[in-house]
């Protein structure tokens, strides 16, 4: 049944383009990055490259809903449009409207620089009124016989980086299609103070949440590694969600020192935790789109993981300016033989640099 509405509406968005509206809405440049918080904290370093090829020109970003609020602080954009992708396949007055809302978009160039790219980045590249379309070819183990559909409507794609790593990924792209100087990392991402003053004392973020549950450390591991951190620092617990006030919770059950920890799950916007995170004197966290943003605002994270063989995100490539800030990666093939003494005596490590 889902591929069947899928395919359905596929097929009305292939109907849907053969109309062409008078554009409501005029840019240079339209930018399409449509997946999660930490992929687009991954990539964001790459803007200081397109700020050089598009200064001075109006350049809109389309983006997932939840990392919309983060985009709107770069000043490259002059538009950010935020759309909730999980509604896109669901719900098709959404999807309609979606669809409307790109169609009535024109721009002299539409980019799509993810290298895993998804059937909705590829239905808005082609409903964006243009005719130059840059991409990339994408995943070969995720290539799709709609994906192939959706070829036809770029202008240039570029063959697949000889890499799995995303960052390197992002600095391919970026140097093949963009800003053929362009290195990454050089430049730390800089954001505002806080809002809110959470603590006076220096404090380390505790990340313990991910849209995936086998990243998930267990609770109780979480706990007995946060009992072992010294007094001198305040304990941040983060996170969104039921589900994450629940696992904050059984973690603050098991801790033996809870006098230092501060439960801010459900009080901080993503904004607000980016902040947050800048100020940190370290975060810790599952594989998650915490550590990414503790790495692109030089903040010493450490990231709790199971071994991945295509080493997409963690641990960070050789190479780097600045290595001293990629995730310290503490990891086994299961998640579950990561002992607390593996993660202490990196966590030590790090605080004794």
Same mark, same amino acid.
């Given at each position: 049944?889902?591929?069947?509405?899928?395919?359905?509406?596929?097929?009305?968005?292939?109907?849907?383009?053969?109309? !062409?509206?008078?554009?409501?809405?005029?840019?240079?440049?339209?930018?399409?990055?449509?997946?999660?918080?930490?992929?687009?904290?991954?990539?964001?370093d790459?803007?200081? *490259?397109?700020?050089?090829?598009?200064?001075g020109?109006?350049? *809109?970003?389309i983006?997932?809903?939840?990392?919309?609020?983060?985009?709107?602080?770069?000043?490259?954009?002059?538009?950010?449009?935020?759309?909730?992708?999980?509604?896109?396949?669901?719900?098709?007055?959404?999807f309609r409207?979606?669809?409307?809302?790109?169609?009535s978009?024109?721009?002299?160039?539409?980019?799509?620089?993810?290298?895993?790219?998804?059937?909705?980045?590829?239905?808005?590249?082609?409903?964006v009124?243009?005719?130059?379309?840059?991409g990339?070819?994408g995943?070969?183990?995720?290539?799709?016989?709609?994906?192939?559909?959706?070829?036809?409507?770029?202008?240039?794609l570029?063959?697949?980086?000889?890499?799995?790593?995303?960052?390197?990924?992002?600095?391919?792209?970026?140097?093949?299609a963009?800003?053929?100087?362009?290195?990454?990392?050089?430049?730390?991402?800089?954001?505002?103070?806080?809002?809110?003053?959470?603590?006076?004392?220096?404090?380390?973020?505790?990340?313990?949440?991910?849209?995936?549950?086998? !990243?998930?450390?267990?609770?109780e591991?979480?706990a007995?590694?946060?009992?072992?951190?010294?007094?001198?620092?305040?304990l941040?617990f983060?996170?969104?969600g039921? *589900?994450?006030?629940?696992?904050?919770?059984?973690?603050?059950?098991?801790?033996?020192?809870?006098?230092?920890?501060?439960?801010?799950?459900?009080?901080?916007?993503?904004?607000?935790?980016s902040?947050?995170?800048?100020? *940190?004197?370290m975060?810790?966290?599952?594989?998650?789109?915490?550590?990414h943003?503790?790495?692109?605002?030089?903040v010493?994270?450490?990231?709790?993981?199971?071994?991945?063989?295509?080493?997409?995100?963690?641990?960070?490539?050789?190479?780097?300016?600045?290595?001293?800030?990629?995730?310290r990666?503490?990891?086994?093939?299961?998640?579950?033989?990561?002992?607390?003494?593996?993660?202490?005596?990196?966590?030590?490590?790090?605080?004794?640099?």
């Open positions: 049944m889902a591929r069947l509405k899928s395919f359905l509406f596929h097929l009305y968005s292939i109907l849907f383009y053969m109309t !062409r509206p008078k554009p409501a809405a005029r840019y240079d440049a339209v930018i399409i990055r449509v997946d999660a918080i930490g992929d687009y904290v991954v990539w964001r790459a803007l200081s *490259a397109y700020r050089q090829r598009f200064a020109v109006r350049v *809109a970003l983006c997932a809903e939840v990392v919309r609020p983060l985009a709107e602080l770069d000043p490259l954009f002059c538009r950010v449009y935020g759309i909730e992708k999980g509604k896109a396949f669901r719900d098709f007055t959404y409207r979606l669809l409307r809302q790109c169609r978009i024109a721009a002299g160039q539409v980019i799509y620089p993810a290298w895993a790219r998804q059937k909705i980045g590829d239905i808005l590249v082609e409903a009124q243009s005719r130059e379309k840059v990339m070819k995943y070969a183990w995720k290539r799709s016989l709609a994906q192939t559909f959706h070829n036809r409507a770029y202008t240039r570029l063959e697949n980086p000889d890499t799995n790593y995303e960052i390197e990924s992002v600095e391919y792209f970026t140097r093949t963009i800003l053929p100087t362009y290195r990454y990392g050089l430049n730390p991402w800089q954001l505002p103070v806080p809002q809110k003053r959470w603590t006076d004392r220096p404090y380390i973020i505790f990340a313990i949440s991910s849209n995936d549950l086998d !990243r998930i450390w267990p609770a591991r979480f007995a590694l946060a009992d072992q951190i010294p007094d001198a620092y305040q941040l983060t996170g969104s039921e *589900a994450d006030r629940l696992r904050v919770s059984q973690v603050l059950t098991l801790m033996t020192n809870r006098d230092r920890v501060s439960d801010l799950v459900g009080k901080t916007d993503v904004v607000e935790l902040c947050l995170i800048s100020r *940190a004197r975060v810790v966290g599952n594989d998650s789109s915490a550590v943003i503790a790495a692109a605002t030089h010493p994270s450490l990231c709790i993981t199971r071994r991945c063989k295509q080493k997409i995100f963690v641990p960070y490539p050789d190479g780097l300016p600045f290595p001293q800030f990629n995730p990666v503490v990891s086994a093939e299961k998640l579950s033989d990561v002992s607390v003494e593996m993660a202490k005596e990196a966590l030590d490590a790090m605080l004794n640099q």
